[in-house]
C-alpha cells in the first residue's frame, strides 16, 4: 500500500495531466509572484530612497548644536555601531591674495563626512575627487572663487589661517539643509578650525554630529542622547530638515503599502476563483473515490497533502518569476532609481510563500474537505457541488486571514481596514443586489430577440454562480479604481507642492532704510519679489503668567522657545487657522498668531496671555489664533506673527524672498555687489533636489500601477475562465440543436458585458468609500470624487469582461459539438 505522500503526489500528477490543475497552480504563481515582485521592489525602492534623500543630511541622522557637544556624545555613537561624522558651519569674511573679500559661508568638515551621499570637486582640468580637503587646504564654491578673483593653488585667508584653494566644490549632499548656509559654501578641514581664531564666545556656529547605521542602532542612540538635549541643540531626520521631502516619502511609502496590499488581495481574489473551479473539477472523483470505498479522512489526507505540494510548487515557481519581475522594474528604472542598489532580502519571498500557504488553507481546502463528507450518490446526481458546500463561515473566515495577512504585511490598521470595510461593501451590497437584477431578467428576456434571450436566460439560470462573479469582477475593478484615484491624487499634490515660480532665494538681514533701493533693484530688472516682512529675534517666557522652564536635562512638558517674530495683518499664503480669528487690517490691539506646533511646545492655546521678550522688553500679549503652516511650500514661514502695528517700537530687519530663472543666475552676484550688507539664501539646489525625488517616486508609482493593473487583468480572466467548463458544455448542446456561431457568441458577450456594467457600479461605491479614508486619514490628501473614474469604471468594465469572457469561450464556436462533450 502506497504512503499517503506518494498517494497525493501521484494524483498531482494525474491532475497536471488532465489538464485540471492549470488555473489553481496559475493563480498560486500569479499570488506568489506578485507578493513577492511588489515586496520585493518597495523594499528596495523604499530603501533607496531613503538613503537619497538622507543625503540632505549627509547622514541618516543629525545632531545639531549652537554649541560645542560634549566627547561623550561622539564615544556613545561609535559604541552603539554607527558611523559619525561631523560639521561646524559659520559665516566669516574671506580675503584672497589680491584683498579681495566676501562673506562666506564656511563649513569645518571631519570624520567620516559624508556618510549619505558625496562631495563632487573639480581638482583640475575636468579632474574630479569625492575626497574631503585636507588639513590647509580648502574648497570653494564657484560664485565664491568669482567673487574673489582666486583659482586652484592660489592661497587665502580665513580669519589668522592662511590656506590654499584645491578645488572648485560642484556639489556636496548637505547644501540645503537649514538657513545657516549664508552666502556661498568655502569647505575646509576641521583640523584647521583653531588656527582661524574665529570661533569666539558669542559666535553664532552650528556644530553637527553625522551619524549613520540600522534603524536599530539609530533609534537607541536617539533614546540614550534625547533626554540630554538643552536649548539650541536637537535631533534632526530628514523629515524634520527638510518636509518637503519627509511629507514626499511618507506618503509614497503609504501609496507603496497600498499598491503592496492590493497586490495581496487581488492574488487571494484569483486564488479563490481559481479554487472554486479546482473543486468543481473534483465533484466526479470524490464520488468515485467514495464509491470505492474511501473514507473521509481519506480523502481529506490525499487532498491535504496534494495542496501542500501544490503550494510548495507555486511558491517555487512564483519566487522565481516575482525575483525577476522586481528585478525586471529596478532594470526599467535604472536611470531614475538613486544610489545604490540594494538586494531584495528574505522578506518578500516569506511574504510571498505565506500568501500562498493561507489562500491554499482558508479558499481553496475547506469546500474540498466537506466533499469528503457527502453521500457519494449526491455528489454523482450533482445534489451537492462545489459551491453548494461553500459555507457563508468559509467567506468569513477567509476574510479574516486576508485581513490577517494585509495587517502583517503593511503593519497599518488604517489600511487594511478601509480595504476589508469597502471589500465588505462591495461583497455584501453586491452580491445580493446582483442576484436580484439577475433574478428579474426572466421578463426582460421573453420581450428580447433571440441573442438578448438567450444572454439573459443563462444569467438567470446561473444566478448564484453568475452574482459570484459579479462580486469578483467588482472587486478587481473596485481595488484597480482605488490605486487610480489615490495616484492621481498623489500625483497632482505633488505637482502643487512646489509650482512653477516658487521662490529660490531668500534675502534677510535688510535694515528699513534699504527697503526702497532694494525694490527698485528688483523692479529695474523685471524681477518679481515677494512681500517683506519685518523680523525679530525673541522668546517666548511666561505663559498665563506661570514662568516657563528653560531647555535643560530635567526639563519636561512645555518650555521657553526662540523664534524669529514678524508682523502682518494680512494671513500668509499656506497658512490655516486651526482655532481662534486673524485679526482685523489696522488693529493695535497685543495681539498673537502662533503655529500649531510652536503652540503645543510651550502649551499655549487660544486666550492665553503670553510674556514675550525682545532684546531687553518684556511685553504681554494675547494668543489671537493658532495656524497650521504648510512648511513643504518653499514660501516664506513663520512660527510667531505679530499685528503690523505691534513690532514698529522694536528695532527690526526685513526678510523677503525672490525667483530667479537658472539663467539668472549671475543677478546674484549683481545684487550682492549692489547690497552687500544683506544675507541671501540660495534654495534653488533644495528645490531641484526635491523635484527630482518627486519626479523619482512618481515614476516609480506609475510603474507599480502598471504592474497592478496586469494583476487585475489576471484577476479577471481567472474570474471568466472559473464559468468557462459549464458554457462550454452548454454552448455545445446548443450547436448541436442548430444554434449558431454567431448567436452563442453574442449572448456569450452580453452576458458578460452586463455582468460587467454591473461590477464597474458595485466597484465605484466601494473605490469612493475607500478612497475617502485612503487619501484624508492615511495620505493625509485632500479628497478629490474622482467624477471621471464613474463612467469609465462601468464602460470599462462592460467592454473589458465582455471581451475576455467572449475571448475565452471562442473555441466552442469552432470545435464540433461532439468533441466537446466528449472531452467534458
Not at 513577492?36 to 540632505?56: D, T, W, Y
Not at 473521509?296 to 516575482?322: E, Q
Not at 555687489?673 to 527630482?692: G, R, S, Y
Not at 464602460?795 to 466537446?820: D, E, K, M, N
Request: aromatic share 8%; charged share 20%; net charge negative.
Amino acid at each position: 500500500m502506497k504512503s499517503p505522500l506518494s498517494a497525493s503526489l501521484r494524483l498531482l500528477i494525474r491532475d497536471w495531466r488532465g489538464g485540471e490543475l492549470g488555473v489553481l497552480l496559475s493563480a498560486l504563481v500569479l499570488a506568489v509572484s506578485l507578493v513577492v515582485a511588489i515586496s520585493g521592489f518597495v523594499n528596495r525602492l523604499q530603501f533607496n530612497l531613503e538613503r537619497e534623500s538622507a543625503s540632505f543630511l549627509a547622514a541618516d541622522l543629525v545632531v545639531s548644536s549652537s554649541r560645542e557637544m560634549p566627547s561623550e556624545w561622539h564615544d556613545q555613537a561609535r559604541n552603539t555601531f554607527l558611523l559619525t561624522g561631523e560639521t561646524v558651519t559659520f559665516s566669516s569674511m574671506v580675503i584672497s591674495e589680491t584683498d579681495e573679500m566676501f562673506l562666506a559661508s564656511v563649513k569645518a568638515v571631519g570624520g567620516g563626512y559624508p556618510l549619505r551621499g558625496a562631495l563632487r570637486v573639480e581638482i583640475g582640468d575636468g579632474v574630479l575627487t569625492a575626497d574631503l580637503p585636507t588639513p590647509g587646504e580648502v574648497y570653494l564654491a564657484p560664485r565664491l572663487i568669482q567673487q574673489l578673483g582666486t583659482s586652484v593653488g592660489d592661497a587665502l585667508y580665513v580669519g589668522d589661517a592662511t590656506l590654499q584653494v584645491a578645488g572648485t566644490l560642484l556639489e556636496e549632499p548637505d547644501s540645503t539643509t537649514g538657513f545657516f548656509g549664508y552666502g556661498p559654501r568655502l569647505v575646509m578641514h576641521v583640523d584647521d578650525l583653531a588656527a582661524t581664531g574665529v570661533i569666539q564666545p558669542g559666535s553664532r556656529v552650528t556644530y553637527r554630529l553625522l551619524l549613520a547605521g540600522d534603524a536599530a542602532s539609530l533609534e537607541q542612540y536617539r533614546s540614550w542622547v534625547e533626554p540630554q538635549l538643552v536649548q539650541g541643540q536637537r535631533l534632526l531626520s530628514v523629515d524634520e530638515s527638510q518636509p518637503g521631502i519627509g511629507a514626499t516619502l511618507d506618503r509614497a511609502r503609504g501609496f507603496l503599502l497600498l499598491a503592496g496590499s492590493l497586490g495581496v488581495m487581488l492574488a487571494a481574489a484569483a486564488i479563490l476563483v481559481a479554487a472554486r473551479r479546482f473543486g468543481e473539477r473534483h465533484t466526479d472523483q470524490v464520488a468515485v473515490m467514495k464509491s470505492l470505498g474511501a473514507t473521509k479522512n481519506t480523502i481529506r489526507t490525499l487532498y491535504a497533502l496534494s495542496l501542500t505540494w501544490l503550494g510548495l510548487f507555486a511558491i517555487a515557481i512564483g519566487s522565481g518569476i516575482g525575483w525577476l519581475a522586481q528585478d525586471a522594474m529596478f532594470a526599467a528604472l535604472a536611470d531614475q532609481i538613486p544610489g545604490e542598489i540594494t538586494r531584495v532580502g528574505v522578506t518578500p519571498f516569506i511574504t510571498g510563500a505565506v500568501t500562498a500557504m493561507v489562500c491554499v488553507a482558508f479558499f481553496a481546502w475547506p469546500p474540498l474537505a466537506r466533499l469528503g463528507a457527502i453521500s457519494p450518490l449526491r455528489v454523482i446526481r450533482r445534489e451537492t457541488t462545489i459551491a453548494d458546500s461553500t459555507r457563508a463561515a468559509d467567506l468569513l473566515l477567509g476574510t479574516l486571514s486576508l485581513g490577517a495577512l494585509m495587517l502583517w504585511y503593511s503593519s497599518d490598521i488604517k489600511l487594511t481596514g478601509a480595504l476589508l470595510g469597502s471589500i465588505g461593501l462591495t461583497v455584501g451590497l453586491g452580491f445580493f443586489v446582483a442576484k436580484g437584477l439577475l433574478s428579474g431578467t426572466r421578463q426582460i428576456g421573453s420581450s428580447a430577440g433571440s441573442v438578448w434571450r438567450l444572454a439573459l436566460a443563462g444569467m438567470q439560470r446561473r444566478g448564484t454562480a453568475s452574482a459570484f462573479q459579479v462580486v469578483i469582477f467588482g472587486i478587481a475593478i473596485m481595488l484597480l479604481l482605488v490605486l487610480t484615484a489615490v495616484r492621481t491624487s498623489l500625483l497632482d499634490q505633488w505637482r502643487l507642492q512646489i509650482p512653477e515660480g516658487t521662490p529660490n532665494h531668500f534675502i534677510l538681514n535688510v535694515a528699513p532704510i534699504d527697503e526702497a533701493p532694494l525694490l527698485q533693484f528688483f523692479a529695474d530688472r523685471d524681477i518679481e519679489v515677494g512681500d517683506l516682512y519685518p523680523a525679530a529675534r525673541g522668546r517666548i517666557m511666561e505663559v498665563n503668567r506661570e514662568v516657563l522652564p528653560d531647555w535643560g536635562p530635567d526639563a519636561t512638558g512645555p518650555r521657553q522657545r526662540e523664534a524669529n517674530f514678524t508682523s502682518t495683518d494680512a494671513k500668509p499664503e499656506g497658512n490655516e487657522i486651526l482655532s481662534g480669528e486673524w485679526w482685523d487690517v489696522g488693529v493695535d490691539e497685543a495681539l498673537i498668531s502662533l503655529e500649531d506646533g510652536f503652540a503645543a511646545d510651550i502649551g499655549a492655546q487660544v486666550g492665553d496671555e503670553l510674556t514675550l521678550r525682545i532684546a531687553a522688553d518684556e511685553f504681554r500679549v494675547t494668543v489671537a489664533s493658532i495656524r497650521s503652516v504648510n512648511w513643504e511650500s518653499m514660501q516664506p514661514n513663520f512660527f510667531v506673527i505679530f499685528p503690523e502695528k505691534l513690532l514698529d517700537r522694536f528695532p527690526t530687519t526685513l526678510f523677503t524672498s525672490f525667483y530667479l530663472e537658472p539663467d539668472e543666475k549671475y543677478r546674484v552676484s549683481e545684487l550682492l555687489e549692489f547690497m552687500p550688507t544683506i544675507t541671501l539664501i540660495e534654495v534653488d539646489v533644495a528645490i531641484e533636489e526635491i523635484k527630482t525625488i518627486i519626479d523619482q517616486v512618481s515614476q516609480a508609482i506609475e510603474l507599480v500601477l502598471l504592474i497592478i493593473l496586469v494583476a487585475g487583468a489576471l484577476v479577471l480572466i481567472a474570474g471568466v475562465s472559473s464559468s468557462v467548463d459549464e458554457r462550454l458544455h452548454e454552448s455545445a448542446i446548443l450547436r448541436a440543436l442548430g444554434a449558431g456561431r454567431m448567436t452563442l457568441l453574442g449572448a456569450v458577450a452580453i452576458e458578460f458585458a452586463a455582468m460587467g456594467a454591473l461590477a464597474g457600479v458595485l466597484a465605484i461605491m466601494g473605490s469612493e468609500s475607500a478612497g475617502w479614508v485612503l487619501q484624508t486619514q492615511m495620505l493625509e490628501l485632500d479628497y478629490q470624487v474622482q467624477w471621471m473614474l464613474w463612467p469609465l469604471g462601468v464602460v470599462l468594465g462592460a467592454v473589458i469582461i465582455g471581451s475576455l469572457g467572449t475571448y475565452a469561450c471562442r473555441r466552442v464556436v469552432y470545435a464540433p459539438p461532439l468533441q466537446v462533450l466528449r472531452e467534458l
